[in-house]
């Protein structure tokens, strides 16, 4: 997917007929980056599965403008966004389902529950003293 990102971003860079584009395009490519990367650290290190919900979803809107910006300069790097763009789908849906199932242990009153409840590393983050901060509260 990086390479698909990086070619797309480059076939815009190259595309002379639209160089007024370009400085939103940089701007969109660098702001989705940051966010992809800042999603990692929500959901893995420190286990903000709900605020990490947030950053997907607006990265995934944030991509699929990006897709459309620069299918207008570039057709083929608009195309080569697309596989971004689904993974990113799907991403977000695991993503809200693993919210969903914190909801609900959360209801029937078990708390602590990580990314990956009911396993092995779940019960090490909770014997660590790790704080996980759940999807809502309740």
């Given at each position: 997917l990086y390479i698909l990102m990086t070619i797309?971003?480059?076939?815009v860079c190259r595309d002379r007929k639209h160089t007024h584009k370009l400085s939103f395009a940089y701007t969109l490519f660098f702001l989705q980056l940051v966010l992809n990367?800042?999603?990692?650290?929500?959901?893995?290190?420190w286990h903000h599965i709900g605020l990490a919900l947030l950053d997907l979803g607006v990265l995934?809107?944030?991509?699929?403008f990006m897709a459309i910006y620069f299918f207008r300069i570039?057709?083929?790097?608009?195309?080569?966004?697309?596989?971004?763009?689904?993974w990113l789908g799907y991403a977000l849906t695991l993503n809200a389902a693993i919210c969903g199932s914190?909801?609900?242990?959360?209801?029937?009153?078990?708390t602590g529950a990580s990314g990956l409840i009911g396993s092995a590393l779940s019960?090490?983050?909770?014997?660590?003293?790790?704080?996980?901060?759940?999807?809502?509260?309740?």
């Open positions: 797309s971003v480059w076939l990367g800042l999603w990692s650290y929500l959901f893995f290190a995934f809107i944030l991509v699929g570039k057709k083929s790097a608009g195309y080569l966004l697309l596989p971004y763009f689904l914190m909801v609900k242990l959360m209801s029937i009153g078990i019960q090490h983050l909770i014997t660590q003293g790790h704080t996980v901060i759940p999807c809502s509260t309740r």
